[in-house]
């Protein structure tokens, strides 16, 4: 659609309009399920719980909007789990075992970025490759089962109770929410980040004009790795174990965080905001389900109709202040 | 509420998954005591079945909610040690039933005896083989505490036969029938001549079944399995099942709720840390006594 | 001593599979000259110079830049030497902001983090240059006409401080005032000692602003020299082959009764538009760029939505979808071929027969040899340059893949014929034909609207000429009272009037 | 005619580049694994293993050709098991409880194709939504457990050993054949096959050229519907059990069958023999693995290997062989 007049008000939907749609679903819940839900220690829980899909969904925001995907980061986030317990297991002090475990994230995401640029296959063939290969590795590491690890504070980056009650939520929420605005800076005030939006826009322009597509590709693959391997930390961090089955599936969830977000799977759109809106929509709608105990099946039902709800809603309003 | 009428316990009972026969089950046992108790259930499995994360994110849903106890099937002994602490912290009690769970945070543990069990099972299977003869034992899923148990119970057990000679144990059948039926064909084309096959749950027990007996080898090849379901029970009667190790999961499930509910209503009272509900195997020729009836059909319907 | 060529291309052989596209081209060009190419469509031209740029690597031959070994890798490392190439087809990221998009890859930076004062600076100047600093530079290219779109690829090439400029067809969509803005800039490029190769179809242009030319035909060179040593009919030999006897050919065609009325039509970006076309009438639009008339032609064709008056199509008035409107016997040629025009992965065949398959089906079946042999019958009736009819369309030259587009109206056999552009990117002796054909379609009794902005064929072709100025649609007049400068006049003297 | 050669060396490529991955994954397997893997009775095993995936994947071909995806078949497989087991348990003739089933995702289908056209919402969001809808709409009919059907004949369409012997394969395998080449047909060589490869390819054009899209878009679903009904009709039949966990994931499964066959998820190519080949290749490694007795962790990894390798073989193949 033609419609240049629109240019400013043009960069913020994307994410306004989840926004919106995350308000509205919040204040039916409330009504709805009442004090328990809207709660503070409930709303701290919340935040908790979006803590690890949030994390999966930055990095996957970086590769969505650079046209590509990953499947394999339920894989890695299990990986980064068996290492961080294998790391704490072998004696390493906790600071090195979190690092290890984001630092494993970063390869994998480096090995994907890698193939994705050295095979010419479509990354949903590469990653689907590596869910498996990933998935694989972490349970030949932890010996096919889970693997206990020492409590250390690590077990308790994402306590509901934070030790100097004044910060409020978690130390890894409050990291969550840092690397959120790191990467809304990466993608909007750098090169690589605006060249994110050019390849997953039109690859072949971007490269036309000189972009170094392979290079940024494996960039934005890496640190989207880096960011899964925090998840995987988050994941470790809640489960208390290295876990090789954990996060089976989350792969769905991280990329429906972002589509519904208003990333698009073709390349060239998606927020962070957005994103961080999908993840908080998904944990609200199972919380309040959830604790108004209604069957799993309706539960299912109604979370279905209300991610296409909220959507809809979005789009609805996008184009009702959109075009003329 | 603001009626004057006392104030009813509400207690939530969250198992790992919610479509099974078994969980049926202990929902059923559950509900009869919360009738007998005279207190609200609230039922809520994982939304996603057999995901841990989705499991701690329910207790922390019901500590939000401030129910007033908690019956937990905890899906991972060390994960689910946090969100229970942290229940009891906020003052909520938990009963732990038929899966293990690390620390001192609850109040007591509801389950069978799953090595021993596995062990059962190994010496059910020894018993119809006359001892002689090579058999497989199909695994469930990785990490899973309480079919790893079994596992291991049939394999430490199988060991005490000479006869007897182990294929193979290290294909997993996943979680579903379909994945575990295909595991089942594979293993049965490598294996043709294998005499007795070891399955640790239900859906194995099912997948393998079907694989069974589209080889032509129902019957023929002597089969164990645990857990039961309509399929089974058939199966069992025609003898296509040799053995089936039962749990029992309705008891577990109105023990749970009773000892919760005991305890808020007396603090004190003393409570045993471990309740075994014991396990015992079905065979073809056992199955019609009312023990093992019982067991193989909980009496569901009259509580759902 | 410095080299006498800026660039030399000695020996160039490329091949695309079976089809031969360069096949020993040599061309030197000196600095500060503006070098012309010029051939039929798929002579190779977008080849070369893709070559040049390093999209392409060559079979063999090699390539001096002021004489020293050039052979870039890519088009980054051309770009780093200081060869900048503008594309046929527009070449830009939709999502990205027109100034993201005008120093895409040459972003001002310091460690990595963009300079967006800077950029806007340099993107505003460079539109500035072209007389188009109201361009918003702030705006998503996706929202921008395919005109503006140009503008913006042709601001990327000022930006960067060229060796070589090479300009691929830069002005299929540009309006004439633009067109001496842009004469400007290369001028001025000149001046500063750069070559500028230029591809155009528009013999006219060329006189006007080259210096020198080469002719390619069938991926040779088939001849070239100083401009003003050739006339025009001998470069025209040069690239078919022989002469043209009339490029404007006019055939006798009676007009009937109405089959399309316009009353007061307005729809985004259209105004106000009335007109009554009747069967065997050309009825030329003239105007510029963003005056409305692609979406007057797309509201009629039921693409965006009318909001006041009304179309009549034949006796039927009212709103249709497209698929209404085709059934009734109307058809639209897109402006913009490759977003739009054609579905780039499909082939020629499907292509062609998309709107009307059902001359190829037996049974509800469809005969895909029927189909093929349909398809092979127009490639030869306009002489498309294709290996076959099932190759994919993107493996066309542009100019062939826009008479695909063209004879997917033919092969659908629309009464009513709106064409946007239709000889965007087609080479000279094609759009005689294309007049012609245009010309026996008016005699059978089709009725053609013909938007262009390509002033000779509208006066050479049309019967009628309108001129639409900022949404209005002015009064038509027969073809014979306006003269180029009346229609420019009409179309910019009224925009000031309208201040 | 000059142009034959070109044009039909074109027309393989797709297909035929998957078909080769799978011959020499076969071949591979063969040598490795032996006679008991290529042994008659293993590979009308794998066969019938295939049939579920190959004929979700036959509907997931038409509608990734025409530029959608469905995320919601694993659930409509899982719906179609428990109406045709409801069907039976209510005293209906099997045929009728068949049909039941194939409808039922027929309705789920076109529910699916409505959304789509009708929200405006990107496929991907709508059958997420779906995919809880109808999964929690199967556990709901099935009262959240196994529905036990009295055996019928159903539960012999894909026996491993067919009743008049020269059958050679049971009638499930037979029926997908058949169904194959339906769709294969309909894609070549009906307006509307022509239709959905326009509407994937560039649905402006396609819009253009007076293609109804939302029409075609609506039958695409359908017919998409059907097929994976029907993959719930041998799900049936191979659990005997209507089942509402059953086919969790698939999804996946089916994407990449149709992925790995070539098809393109930004639309408009995509091929039904390559789809079956894709489902096919995924079996085959399954199956020859577990053969093997490696490891289940080993297995992942060399999975995701070989899916990866044998799509890269294609690639190198197409480039070698075909243009550029
Ligand atoms: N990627 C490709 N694959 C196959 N053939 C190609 C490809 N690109 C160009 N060709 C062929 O090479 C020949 C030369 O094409 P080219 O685009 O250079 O022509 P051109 O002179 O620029 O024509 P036009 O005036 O129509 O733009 C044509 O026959 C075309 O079909
Ligand atoms: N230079 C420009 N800067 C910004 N917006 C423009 C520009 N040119 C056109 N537009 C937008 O495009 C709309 C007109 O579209 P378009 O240019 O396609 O019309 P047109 O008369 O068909 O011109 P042409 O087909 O010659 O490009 C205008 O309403 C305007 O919003
Ligand atoms: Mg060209
Ligand atoms: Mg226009």
């Known amino acids: ?324 | 509420g603001g009626s004057n009428a006392p104030h009813r316990l509400t207690i939530a009972v969250i198992p790992m998954g919610t479509t099974h026969e078994y969980w049926k089950a202990i929902h059923a046992g559950a509900v009869k005591a919360a009738r007998e108790e005279n207190v609200e259930l609230v039922w809520k499995g994982p939304q996603k079945e057999d995901d841990r994360t989705q499991q701690i994110a329910v207790v922390e849903d019901m500590v939000s909610r401030r129910v007033n106890g908690i019956v937990l099937a905890p899906l991972d002994g060390t994960g689910l040690a946090k969100p229970v602490a942290e229940a009891r912290r906020a003052g909520i009690p938990s009963v732990i039933v038929d899966s293990g769970l690390q620390g001192e945070d609850y109040i007591s543990f509801i389950a069978t005896d799953n090595y021993k069990g596995g062990r059962l099972g190994a010496r059910r299977l020894a018993e119809i083989l006359n001892g002689q003869g090579s058999v497989i034992m199909m695994r469930v899923m990785v990490g899973a505490e309480s079919t790893m148990r079994r596992e291991q119970g049939f394999l430490d057990e199988i060991r005490n036969f000479p006869g007897i000679r182990v294929l193979s144990d290290n294909q997993y059948g996943g979680i579903t029938t379909e994945t575990a039926y295909q595991t089942g064909e594979n293993l049965l084309n490598r294996f043709p001549d294998v005499n007795g096959v070891f399955c640790p749950n239900e859906s194995t027990t099912f997948g393998m079944l079907r694989a069974l007996t589209d080889a032509g080898k129902a019957g023929k090849v002597k089969f164990v399995g645990f857990d039961s379901s309509e399929k089974l029970i058939a199966a069992l009667r025609q003898k296509q099942l040799h053995g089936l190790v039962l749990q029992n999961p309705f008891r577990m499930g109105e023990l749970g709720v009773k000892t919760v509910v005991r305890h808020i209503r007396d603090p004190h009272a003393p409570i045993e840390k471990r309740i075994d509900t014991g396990a015992v195997v079905a065979t073809p020729e056992n199955m019609d006594t009312p023990e093992i009836r019982q067991l193989l059909v909980p009496p569901v319907n009259q509580y759902l | ?499």
């Open chain 3, 1 to 499: 001593m410095p080299a006498p060529y800026r660039i030399e291309m000695l020996g160039l052989r490329k091949a695309f599979g079976a089809t031969v596209a360069l096949d020993g081209v040599d061309l030197c060009v000196p600095p500060g000259v503006v070098h012309a190419l010029i051939g039929e469509n798929g002579a190779g031209k977008s080849t070369l110079m893709k070559v040049l740029s390093g999209v392409q690597r060559p079979d063999a031959g090699r390539m001096l830049l002021d004489g020293d070994p050039y052979a870039p890798s890519g088009p980054l490392e051309a770009r780093r030497r200081g060869v900048v190439m503008i594309y046929q087809e527009l070449a830009l990221a939709p999502h990205l902001s027109v100034a993201e998009n005008i120093l895409l890859g040459i972003e001002p930076a310091s460690r990595g983090w963009i300079r967006r004062r800077k950029l806007e600076e340099q993107a505003r100047e460079a539109l500035a240059a072209l007389g188009h600093g109201e361009i918003r530079l702030h705006a998503p290219v996706s929202g921008l006409s395919v005109g503006a779109q140009q503008l913006v690829e042709l601001a990327r090439a000022l930006v960067l401080d060229a060796r070589v400029v090479v300009l691929d067809e830069p002005t299929s969509s540009l309006a004439a005032a633009d067109l001496s803005r842009l004469f400007e800039v290369i001028r001025r490029l000149r001046e500063r000692g750069v070559s500028v190769i230029y591809i155009s179809h528009f013999l006219e242009e060329v006189e006007q602003i080259a210096d020198r030319f080469t002719v390619l035909r069938d991926g040779r060179s088939a001849g070239g020299g100083l401009i003003g040593e050739a006339d025009r009919s001998r470069i025209v030999e040069m690239m078919i082959g022989r002469q043209i006897s009339e490029m404007f050919p006019r055939l006798p065609h009676p007009t009937g009764e109405p089959v399309l009325e316009l009353a007061d039509l307005a729809a985004p970006g259209v105004r106000s538009a009335s007109l009554v076309l009747r069967r065997g009438e050309i009825f030329g639009v003239a105007g510029l760029i963003g005056a409305g008339r692609s979406e007057m032609l797309r509201a009629v064709f039921g693409l965006l939505p009318v909001r006041r008056g009304w179309v009549k199509v034949a006796t039927v008035a009212g709103p249709g979808s497209p698929a209404e409107r085709l059934a009734q016997g109307v058809g639209l040629l897109s402006e913009d071929r490759k977003g739009e025009g054609l579905a780039q992965s499909l082939s020629l065949a499907d292509n062609l027969t998309l709107s009307n398959l059902k001359p190829y089906l037996r049974h509800g079946w469809l005969d895909r040899s029927a189909q093929s042999r349909a398809a092979l019958d127009w490639v030869e009736k306009i002489s498309i340059k294709a290996p076959g009819p099932r190759v994919p369309v993107f493996s066309l030259s542009g100019g062939n893949q826009q008479k695909v587009a063209l004879a997917r109206l033919l092969h659908h056999d629309c009464d009513v014929l709106l064409l946007d552009e239709p000889t965007r990117g087609i080479d000279v002796a094609s759009k005689a034909q294309i007049y012609e054909l245009i010309g026996k379609l008016a005699q059978t009794g089709k009725a053609i609207l013909f938007v262009s902005s390509y002033l000779p064929e509208l006066l050479g072709v049309c019967d009628t000429i309108a001129v639409m100025c900022r949404g209005r649609l002015g009064e038509k007049a027969p073809a014979g009272e306006w003269t180029e400068h009346a229609i420019m006049t009409a179309a910019t003297g009224a925009r000031e009037a309208a201040r």
């Open chain 1, 1 to 324: 659609m033609k419609n240049s007049p629109l240019s400013t008000r043009f960069r913020i939907p994307a994410s306004f309009g989840s926004l919106l749609g995350l308000a509205v679903v919040f204040l039916l819940f409330s009504l709805w399920a009442g004090p328990p839900f809207y709660s503070r220690y409930n709303q701290v829980t919340m935040l908790t719980q979006s803590v690890i899909v949030a994390a999966g969904a930055l990095g996957m925001t970086l590769i969505i909007i650079a046209g590509g995907i990953d499947l394999s980061v339920g894989s890695m986030i299990a990986l980064s789990t068996v290492v961080i317990a294998r790391a704490l297991l072998a004696g390493a002090p906790p600071t090195w075992a979190a690092l290890a475990g984001v630092a494993v994230g970063g390869v994998c995401g480096a090995l994907n970025g890698f193939l994705v640029t050295r095979l010419g296959l479509v990354p949903f063939i590469i990653t689907l490759g590596t869910l498996l290969i990933f998935r694989g590795a972490a349970t030949g590491l932890s010996g096919e089962q889970k693997i206990d690890a020492p409590i250390t504070w690590l077990n308790e980056m994402l306590t509901k109770f934070p030790s100097p009650s004044w910060t409020l939520v978690a130390v890894g929420v409050w990291l969550t929410v840092l690397l959120a605005i790191a990467v809304a800076v990466v993608l909007r005030n750098t090169v690589l980040g605006r060249h994110a939006f050019a390849i997953g826009s039109n690859e072949a322009t971007a490269r036309l004009c000189g972009v170094r597509v392979e290079r940024v590709k494996l960039y934005i693959y890496t640190i989207g790795g880096l960011l899964t391997g925090f998840a995987g930390l988050m994941q470790f961090s809640r489960l208390t174990v290295g876990d090789p089955t954990a996060a089976k599936g989350m792969e769905l969830d991280i990329i429906a965080s972002v589509v519904i977000g208003g990333g698009s799977l073709s390349g060239g759109r998606g927020s962070v905001a957005g994103s961080l809106a999908g993840a908080l929509l998904m944990t609200i709608i199972r919380s309040g389900l959830s604790m108004k105990g209604v069957p799993n099946w309706v539960q299912d039902v109604l979370t279905g109709v209300i991610i296409v709800g909220a959507v809809t809603l979005d789009r609805l309003r996008r184009e009702s202040g959109g075009s003329e």
